[in-house]
């Protein structure tokens, strides 16, 4: 009877555990600086810090081999076809994806703060001044994107400084993103539902 009532014991706190551990905040903090990435995770006072170095090895892969020129035929331009079809279906699919989780997340996902800081040129200054009204373009429509879309705390920081006279690249980012474990899960769950009837089709 003891051991039924510690094993019953048990039980009870790995749930309370993870309930817990689902609803608690979730705090998410990404900076990104001289190419070099920083992410924090916070949950319940535990914090977890993963650094990932710009210097990653590229795997260079060797010369290939060249090909037979052949004509085309009939079934050639039918899979070509097929494939225009699986594109276009994959690009709905990723469409309706990112559709279904943004609306689920658009009141759970909170910003509490986004900074942009860019730094850049490649030693033209012409063209640099036509990147930098580019760049600015993008850059509001993806401030405008959040705001309209998303929990914004406080206002977005973007900073654009062009460099006319010299060739470089600086970026740094630095945002803070608060939600709960499940609410991740159930936008997961989502993704999967979405993937998975077109995977059927």
């Not at 535990?46 to 090909?67: F, R, S, W």
């Not at 943004?102 to 040129?121: D, H, M, Q």
């Not at 990147?131 to 406080?154: H, S």
């Not at 499940?182 to 089709?201: G, L, T």
């Amino acid at each position: 009877m003891i051991v039924l009532w510690w094993i019953l014991g048990i039980i009870g706190f790995l749930v309370l555990l993870v309930t817990i551990l689902l609803f608690a905040p979730l705090r998410l903090q990404a900076e990104v600086k001289d190419g070099d990435l920083t992410a924090t995770v916070k949950i319940l006072g535990i914090k977890y810090v993963k650094k990932m170095d710009a210097e990653t090895p590229i795997k260079k892969t060797g010369k290939k081999a060249k090909k037979e020129v052949k004509e085309e035929t009939q079934d050639e331009k039918a899979s070509i076809r097929e494939k225009i079809h699986d594109v276009r279906r994959k690009i709905q699919m990723v469409r309706e994806i990112l559709q279904e989780v943004r609306a689920y997340l658009s009141t759970r996902l909170i910003f509490e703060s986004l900074t942009l800081k860019l730094r850049f040129g490649d030693g033209n200054a012409a063209r640099t001044g036509i990147e930098t009204g580019l760049i600015w373009g993008a850059a509001g429509g993806l401030v405008a994107l959040l705001n309209n879309n998303f929990i914004v705390k406080t206002p977005i920081d973007v900073e654009i400084m062009p460099e006319f006279n010299q060739k470089m690249f600086d970026l740094y980012v630095n945002g803070i993103i608060r939600t709960r474990l499940a609410h991740i899960i159930i936008a997961a769950f989502i993704a999967v539902k979405v993937y998975r009837k077109y995977d059927e089709i």
